[in-house]
């Protein structure tokens, strides 16, 4: 068999075993409280797959490039990668960091480990620490699973591991930022024609949603054009910045667009009411948090001689 199909395979199989053991064996069956879905168990699942088969039919698209290699030094990174996502998420997804949305949302700093284990290891060792790192931040926080959310931060790594398909990464660069500008700005007007969407978690459900949820993710924007062009000769920092944005739009809104199925919410408010309180910030923390990690990196590099 292919090794690149096998270890591609095999670690989308894993992260679904992963969901599945937590949630059927320890929720289900044991009865663990922070290990539960709540309802709709198996439509979450019918999301989780989804997603995962999003992944795959796009490494069968591009089998034949290069990123597609998951060996050892790929598992090791996948390991560290969701290790430090679940740390992370734990510290900064309790009641203090959240932020006023229809469902539960936190302040996520850590979002940025995806982002970057995506762009420096590949987009399997992008997905799986999001997927994994995700789903054991939300267990240890102890406010329950959501694996289709999970799957949502598993693709902003993925996609921020897809930058080296393309020959040209500076004609890539524009190609994503219209994308990504044309999607915050669409959500951004969704949100001025339905400001009565709700707090649903937010101490009381009756106020809607902040003004800096919904324009978050305009700031989080400028920043990433910012950095975009002040960094223009670094294309290492102005790569992982914007591919970053565009997977976490694409991922945050998977997620979102899910609960229209499975909380029975509706377009609007899926969108208004939890894409953009979750992916505004996350942008803002992508522009400010992602260049340093790519900067760190580069200097253990030269520094190692690799």
């Known amino acids: 068999m292919n090794k690149r199909?096998?270890?591609?395979?095999?670690?989308?199989?894993?992260?679904?075993?992963?969901?599945f053991l937590l949630v059927y064996i320890g929720g289900t069956l044991l009865g663990v409280q922070q290990l539960q879905t709540g309802s709709n168990q198996l439509l979450r699942f019918v999301f989780v797959i989804v997603g995962l088969l999003i992944a795959f039919a796009i490494y069968l698209a591009t089998r034949e490039n290069k990123i597609w290699e998951v060996g050892t030094r790929e598992v090791v990174w996948m390991a560290i990668g969701a290790a430090l996502y679940a740390v992370f998420s734990w510290l900064f997804n309790g009641t203090v960091f959240l932020i006023p949305s229809l469902s539960q949302v936190a302040l996520r700093p850590a979002i940025c480990i995806p982002m970057f284990f995506g762009y420096a290891f590949g987009p399997v060792v992008g997905f799986f620490s999001g997927a994994v790192g995700n789903m054991f931040g939300d267990a240890l926080t102890g406010f329950g699973l959501s694996p289709q959310w999970s799957i949502?931060?598993?693709l902003i790594g993925f996609i921020s591991g897809l930058p080296l398909l393309f020959i040209d990464r500076r004609k890539s660069l524009n190609t994503?930022?219209?994308?990504?500008?044309?999607?915050?700005?669409?959500a951004v007007i969704l949100y001025f024609f339905n400001r009565s969407v709700t707090n649903g978690m937010y101490f009381t459900a009756t106020e809607p949603v902040s003004i800096f949820a919904g324009l978050s993710i305009v700031i989080g924007f400028v920043l990433v054009l910012i950095v975009r062009f002040a960094f223009g000769?670094?294309?290492d920092i102005a790569t992982a910045v914007t591919w970053g944005m565009l997977g976490n739009i694409l991922g945050i809104g998977f997620a979102a667009i899910s609960d229209i199925w499975i909380d029975g919410f509706s377009p609007s408010a899926a969108i208004v009411g939890e894409f953009l309180p979750a992916a505004g910030p996350n942008l803002i923390f992508a522009a400010i948090l992602v260049p340093l990690l790519v900067v760190a990196y580069a200097a253990?590099?030269?520094q190692t001689g690799r």
């Open 300 to 302: 253990i590099l030269k």
């Open 233 to 235: 000769k670094n294309i």
């Open 152 to 154: 949502g931060n598993g």
């Open 176 to 186: 994503t930022l219209i994308v990504s500008g044309v999607l915050s700005a669409l």
């Open 5 to 19: 199909l096998l270890g591609v395979g095999l670690a989308l199989v894993v992260v679904l075993a992963v969901f």
